[in-house]
């Protein structure tokens, strides 16, 4: 069974619930999840994992220093998750307040690692984006978001 991080930092608690929701649509996929706030996860438990889905909320218009702090750490494990599954996603105060470019952020730090990144045609291009609490909107887009990463990730070696 394949067995995927989702890593997420929430003040406010949007973030979290994006992560909950993630998780559970994994599980129901037939993928292990661990679900843990950035803070929480050893990171020498990253080489582990298939996969990760990393979640901030937006701060003037990039990820939390807590995530930033984990992908710093990460680099400890730089070309040792190569080829692992990468997704990213983010809530934010406002439409054009930066959500994507939290995204986008996330992934870049991982195509540094050498990671396989998603985008998407019919959600945010670079992972779902929530203004303010999750709503339906973006319940139907972390559903598209998994069936795609589960497929994928089912792929893989």
Known sequence: MKKVLVAYYSRSGNTEKMAKMIADELSQKNISVDLKRVEEIEIDSLPNYDGYIIGSPNYFGTMAAEVKKFIDESVKYYRKIEGKLVAAFTSTGM???????????????????????????RLGHYGPVSIGKPDERVSKEIKEMVNKYAEILNILR
Do not use: M, N, P, R
Request: with cysteine; hydrophobic share 45%.
């Open 95 to 121: 439409i054009g307040g930066g959500g994507e470019t939290v995204c986008l952020d996330i992934l870049k730090a991982f195509l540094i690692h050498g990671c396989l990144c998603l985008g998407f045609t």
